[in-house]
């Protein structure tokens, strides 16, 4: 890459990312296994509140922006069907389309757009008749989710990389159809993005949490990096913010000691993140999460620390030991019910 291409490339992420930054003061007012979000939290215990320390940002300049190569040929992970849907390939088929699993688990026959790789996929939690969280005002995650991973989709692509969403629309899609898109697509980064409820605490710093996979040093700094991205845009809002004890970047282990969350279980070898960034159940971040202005500084951030992550050696920060978690998080995310959406 020239010299002079790549200080273009610098001042083009200093401009994206800083107006995203800048937009917040401009528009701020004041599973069981398959477990498919954290919407609930631990009772029956006795611990002393838990806090995580978020270190500033560690990096102190904007990082360059140096996709890797991708591959350019070989068999497929998913294709975009002509209704925009992203599905995992099966196979190729003799006449030039591919055998794929539908969002609800189903194998269908297409034709669409092959993807071989991609730098990061997004997945938009919920879906469909799956709302997932609902604010006081019936704001629903589902929609949130879908609006961010959009914007933060268009800002990626604007620095050059490669982005796929696990969901393209307001339809159900099976936890194990996003596992296998990101299995097959095997991207630099996974992140799951979600937003919370039932909080133990409120406070006035943001109570924003990710987590990793057990075991996982590169999941496990992306969550810190996210947190960190997190927590800096959301702390200039001055509001009483929703948290868990221990709010932070951390781990959630199932009876064996494996991951909790479905999501993350199903994408074993590709680092993944599943972001809480807010608690949609809390009427002033509710508020906040359906104002577009908000939505793109929660984007900017999920940009943020995809860059990082994938430019720079940092560390992340934030992370936490967890409280003991007894009760079982939200349901969702099975095929039972489901109907897939047009393939077209």
Not at 54 to 73: E, M, S
Not at 242 to 266: E, H, Q, V, W
Request: proline share 8%; charged share 15%.
């Amino acid at each position: 890459m020239s010299s002079t291409h790549h200080r273009l490339l610098v001042a083009a992420l200093a401009l994206l990312l800083g107006g995203g930054l800048a937009a917040v003061a401009l528009g701020s007012t004041d599973e069981a296994p398959d477990a498919n979000s954290t919407t609930t939290s631990a009772v029956g215990t006795t611990s002393a509140p838990v806090t995580a320390t978020t270190a500033a940002p560690t990096t102190t300049t904007d990082p360059p922006i140096a996709w890797p190569a991708l591959p350019l040929d070989g068999p497929p992970g998913a294709v975009t069907t002509p209704s925009g849907v992203v599905a995992a390939v099966r196979a190729a088929t003799p006449d030039g389309r591919f055998s794929v699993t539908t969002p609800c688990g189903n194998e269908a026959t297409v034709a669409g757009t092959p993807i071989v790789g991609a730098h990061v996929v997004l997945d938009p939690g919920h879906g469909g008749d799956e709302p997932g969280a609902v604010g006081p005002a019936g704001t629903t995650e589902k929609a949130v989710n879908l609006a961010i991973a959009l914007e933060a989709q268009r800002r990626l692509e604007a620095l050059g990389a490669t982005v796929v969403l696990t969901r393209t629309g307001d339809y159900r899609i099976t936890l194990a159809s996003r596992g296998a898109i990101v299995t097959g697509i095997k991207p630099l980064l996974f992140i799951s993005v979600h937003h919370n409820a039932e909080p133990d605490e409120l406070r006035a710093t943001p109570g924003a949490e990710t987590y990793f996979q057990i075991g996982s040093d590169e999941s496990r700094r992306a969550s810190g990096l996210l947190l960190e991205e997190l927590v800096r845009a959301f702390s200039r809002y001055e509001i009483t913010w929703a948290a868990d004890r221990d709010a932070g970047a951390k781990y959630r282990p199932n009876s064996t000691g494996g991951d909790y969350y479905g999501i993350l279980k199903r994408t074993a070898g590709v680092p993944a993140v599943l972001s809480e960034a807010a608690f949609i159940s809390n009427p002033a971040e509710e508020a906040l999460l359906a104002d577009p202005a908000f939505q793109a500084v929660e984007a900017d951030a999920i940009t943020r620390a995809a860059v990082r992550f994938i430019s720079s050696d940092d560390p992340g920060s934030g992370y936490i030991e967890p409280y003991p978690r007894t009760q079982p998080a939200g349901s969702g995310g099975g095929a039972t019910g489901c109907v897939d959406p047009p393939l077209g």
